[in-house]
């Protein structure tokens, strides 16, 4: 239901941190309908090549999924985001380059809101309190691809989430430094002829900004999530793994269904523009 729509719903999302003009708009608009194109064409069959693989793994119980096994998984998704990003990097340069200074001003106005938003929501509650919501927000995730989490389950979740390590403050430090570096790079946007390549780097190896002690952490958390979904895998029931299998494949049908005739993707409700987009 969201990917069909995402031509108006990301200019909403934009809208909530920058107010663009109509030329902005305008231009926008005619490079999201290319990049929705280029996604479609190119990116959702390896996403459904992906599902496809995972529901092999997952159909013979006597050979269960390993935790290097689950790492290259997670390896392919992040290569296909990464690759997203260097797509997208230029257009996105390109009308930021346009942005005014009362622009830029309400841009990181609004990221700071939501960094505050983060902080208290994330780095200002009891590490307790913190470690509830973690459990329930992974209880949840997994009743939804399993219908019914047991009781051994439940027990490897509270397990994990005793041993993840917080991330919250490395997490808001590694933004705010990251939009600090973004704020000078956007200060010279008019006169730095590497403005383009400058602001793709920072988008495209955004990771590569985080601190040794905060990668450490992230890199630990991630093992023990993979080591969960491993003991997950291993401790599935009959009913379970038929209804994972269900979820997953209905998931990949799903995406096969996608329409990608760039004429089909229909234009946001609030202007009509031209599809006509530069080569």
């Not at 926008?28 to 194109?37: F, P, Q, S, T, V």
Request: hydrophobic residues 40%; negative net charge.
């Amino acid at each position: 239901m969201t990917y069909p729509n995402l031509d108006w719903l990301i200019p909403w999302y934009v809208d909530d941190y920058i107010t663009l003009n109509q030329e902005q708009s305008r231009l926008l608009e005619n490079r999201l309908i290319n990049a929705l194109d280029w996604h479609c064409h190119t990116q959702l069959p390896a996403y459904g090549q992906t599902l496809k693989d995972l529901a092999y793994d997952l159909d013979d119980s006597r050979l269960p999924l390993s935790v290097e096994r689950l790492h290259a998984y997670a390896d392919q998704l992040n290569i296909l985001w990464r690759v997203i990003k260097i797509q997208i990097g230029p257009e996105v340069a390109d009308i930021l380059a346009t942005a005014s200074d009362e622009q830029l001003a309400e841009l990181f106005e609004n990221v700071e809101q939501r960094n505050n938003t983060f902080k208290a929501k994330y780095v200002d509650i009891p590490l307790a309190q913190l470690e509830q919501k973690r459990r329930k927000k992974m209880i949840k995730r997994i009743n939804r691809w399993l219908s019914e989490i047991t009781p051994v389950q439940k027990q490897a979740v509270f397990d994990w989430s005793a041993e993840i390590r917080p991330l919250a403050a490395d997490g808001l430090d590694h933004r705010q430094r990251v939009t600090a570096e973004l704020k000078n790079l956007l200060a010279r946007r008019q006169e730095d002829p590497d403005f383009k390549g400058a602001f793709v780097d920072l988008l495209v190896n955004i990771d590569l900004r985080r601190t040794a002690h905060y990668q450490n952490d992230l890199d630990v958390n991630t093992d023990l999530t993979l080591m969960l979904l491993e003991k997950i895998e291993r401790s599935l029931t009959p009913t379970q793994r038929s209804y994972l299998l269900g979820r997953i494949r209905t998931f990949s049908a799903d995406l096969e269904k996608q329409n990608c005739d760039p004429s089909a993707v229909p234009l946001s409700t609030h202007e009509t523009v031209s599809t006509q987009v530069s080569g």
